[in-house]
Structure formats: C-alpha cells, structure tokens
C-alpha cells in the first residue's frame, strides 16, 4: 500500500480527489510560488524598489521557467524549506544575473511558501464549490420530490416515529448548504497573502513595506491582512476547518446510508454498489462506506493540524511541517468526499415500498407517541401515556396492531390517528423548505 491512497495507481479511482489533487502536487506547487516570485517584482518594479527591467524580466520568466522538484530536493533537506532551492534554480533558469539578483527581494521564504498555498487553496475551495452545488441541487431535488414519503425515524437505532424521506435528505442537506453560505466571507477573511520579511518586520521591504503587500494581494487577487501572519495560522486553520465541516456531513450521509442499505432494512437503492469477491449475492455500499472513513479521516488530521496553532516566537519549523504532514492530505479528503458524493446523489432513490412495509411491521406501535397525545385530548397527560403505555403492552404480548386495541379501548379517537401520511408533523415542510433555501 503506498503512503496515502491519494497518490496510488490502484486506489486513486475510489479515492477519487478529482482536479483538486493536480494542486498538491510538487510541479503545481512550484509553479505556484514562481508566480508569487513573479508578482512581487512586478510590484517591486511599479514601486521603485527594484529595476523595471528586471521586474519585467523575472514577471516574463515565472511564467516561462521551469524548475525541476528533483533539483530542489537536497537544498529541501538541509534547509527544512522549498524557497532557497527555488530561488537558486529560478535565477539559474533565468540565465541573465543582472535581473536575477533582484529575485525575492526583501521576502523571506514563507511570505512565497504561504501565498502559493493560498493561491492553491483558492482553486480548492472554488472546485469544492462547485461540486457543493451539484451535490445541493440533487439533494433539493429529492427533498422535494419525497416530501410525502413516509418512513420511520429511528433513534439510538430503533423505531421512533414517522418522518418523510424528504426531511431526511434535507438533514443531509442544511450542514452543506450552510457551509456554501459561509465562502464568501472564508475567502475574505482567510485567502490572505503574505509579504513580511524575515522576521515579520519588512525591513528589507522598501519604505512602504504596507503599500508593497496591498499591491501584491490585488495582483494576485488576495485580502490583504494588513498585517504579519506568519506565526498566526488562523487563516488555514479557518480553511481546513470548513473543509472538515464538510467531510463530517458528507460522513453523516454516508453513516445513514450504510444502515438504509443493510439487509433487512434496503430502505434507499443506490446507482451503484460493489461487489465481494466471493458472494455474488451482494452489492455493497461502497461509497457511503467511504464517506464514513474520509470523515474519519479528517477528523484526526485536523485534530493534528490544530497543533499548527502553537508557533514559537515569529516563526517556527515544527508547526510549519505539521501542515505540510496533514493540510493537503485533508484538502484531498474533503475534495474526495465531495466528488464521490456527486457521482453518488446522482444514482440515489427511496424505495418507498419498503419503508412503508417497516411502517407497518410496527404494528401501529410507531404512532404511540401520536396515541398518548390525542388521549391527552381526554385525559390528564400523565394517565394518558400510561394508557397508551398498557395498550403498546398488550399490541405486544398479543401480536396485535395497536390501532385495534386502541380503537377498541377509546372508539373516539381520531380516524386520520394512525394514517402514516397524517403523522408526518413538519418533516414535509422542512424538506420543501430546504429546496426553496438550495434554489434560492
């Protein structure tokens, strides 16, 4: 098995991470930070602080250079950061020392290692957003759809009361779609550049070090912090935070998914499901299976990447290598929770006959909760449900439906009592609810 299942030949297609996984990769990383190199000559040069023609000629080779990963791999080793490597090859690449020497001017290493992360995770989240719509318009749309299928609401795995198959689809819905609504003000406050110096300072900067980093951020189409972030990881712990925000849910999903599929229960068909090895019998359900594990997953490496959190005094290597261990490793769980999702909402159906068939199998003993409250329309509460508590008793002991002995008991009780549809309370306003908020 390789390291992550992300980078394997043989189990990348059911961890599939889509285009999201082409941005974590050492060329898409590079090209990133060449970028970050070229806007901030670019910058520089409008300001004075280097040559024009230098910023133009290092701008015209970040886009034209090319830096092989291999080249950078000792420097890696012996420095603990990409950015020396880099710029030692970027200026050799260059072949015209006269612009080179101005390259990475007054920067320290992380301002172009972090802004080509956010550069990254810009993509990523604009990919996670699109796949969140495909997700949220099929889901709507069953909600919809199924806004009248009854079926039973189980607590702590056992019959609760009835609830429609479109509430329940909207209960996946309404955490997504709250984290769809919370990007604009992610992206404002968390996709930053950076540009300090050395040691947060922009000393080696120019004279308006402030100026030179809001140039930078509408350059490259970045918030501007107004500040140094280097040793406060807020903005990508922010990040991954709602990328795990998301995983989680899409793992809710998949959990309930698994028991809806179960023998026995076969409440929900899935488009498509996979095979055992040896019992033909079987389709087994393998994404829902994996939405569980990467929500797993994400949960422990975020657990791990909150200790990014706790740098030392203005920069610290130990927290810094913590996201390079654990930050795309979770961008590529969430962005394969979201993609496997898609393909699955797709090919998702209710089996409608089954549900009512557990329904029924209750006995009626379902809408007991429904009983104790219309014989509260009689009664005191407390003698009501002790009432409908013998009457469950004896449905029990004698394997009768409660709807008989209840009627035969109190013959005034409500004839839409122990009708499935009648009993749905709010569950099919909520999943109407949810697609007007997806749709609208």
């Known amino acids: 098995m390789p390291a992550t299942p992300f980078d394997s030949i043989h189990l990348s297609a059911l961890f599939d991470a889509g285009e999201t996984a082409k941005l974590f990769t050492d060329s898409a990383e590079i090209r990133a930070m060449m970028l970050v190199e070229g806007a901030l000559a670019e910058v520089q040069g409008a300001a004075g602080v280097i040559p024009e023609t230098a910023a133009a000629a290092i701008r015209r080779a970040s886009l034209e250079c090319q830096v092989d990963p291999v080249s950078l791999a000792k420097s890696v080793g012996q420095n603990g950061v990409s950015v020396p490597g880099l710029v030692a090859a970027f200026r050799e690449a260059m072949q015209a020392p006269e612009h080179a020497q101005f390259l990475h001017w007054g920067a320290t290493s992380q301002d172009i290692q972090d802004t080509g992360l956010m550069l990254r995770l810009r993509q990523a989240l604009v990919q996670a957003e699109a796949r969140l719509d495909t997700i949220l318009s099929r889901l709507a749309t069953l909600a919809e759809t199924h806004a009248e299928t009854p079926m039973a609401a189980r607590t702590y795995g056992q019959h609760a009361t009835p609830t429609g198959f479109g509430a329940v689809v909207a209960g996946w819905g309404w955490p997504l779609l709250k984290a769809r609504g919370s990007l604009a003000a992610l992206r404002a406050d968390c996709l930053l550049v950076s540009l300090s110096g050395a040691a947060g300072t922009g000393s080696a900067l120019g004279p308006d070090p402030a100026a030179l980093r809001s140039a930078l951020a509408e350059r490259l189409g970045l918030a501007d912090p107004g500040r140094s972030w280097h040793a406060d990881r807020t903005p990508v712990l922010r990040i991954a935070d709602w990328l795990s925000r998301v995983t989680l849910a899409l793992g809710k999903m998949g959990e309930d998914l698994v028991l809806a599929t179960q023998s026995g229960i076969a409440e ?145 009780l409500p004839v839409s009592l122990f009708d499935w549809s009648a009993q749905l309370g709010q569950a099919s306003a909520e999943a109407r609810a949810f697609a007007r908020a997806v749709r609208g």
């Open 268 to 412: 929900v068909r899935l488009g498509g499901a996979g095979a055992s090895s040896t019992m033909p019998q079987k389709q087994n359900p393998v994404v829902p299976s994996l939405l569980v594990a990467l929500a797993r997953h994400a949960q422990g490496l975020n657990a791990t990447l909150q200790g990014a959190a706790i740098h030392r005094q203005q920069r610290d290597g130990a927290a810094w290598f913590t996201e390079w261990l654990t930050l795309p490793q979770l961008v590529l769980t969430a962005s394969a929770a979201l993609e496997r999702t898609a393909e699955l909402v797709e090919g998702l159906e209710p089996e409608a006959e089954a549900m009512r068939a557990a329904l029924d199998e209750t006995g009626g003993l379902i809408l007991a909760e429904a009983l104790s409250f219309a014989l509260a329309e009689q009664m005191p509460r407390p003698k009501a449900q002790a009432e409908a508590k013998t009457l469950c008793q004896a449905a029990r002991a004698e394997g009768r439906p409660l709807s008989d002995l209840a009627r035969a008991a109190f013959p005034d």
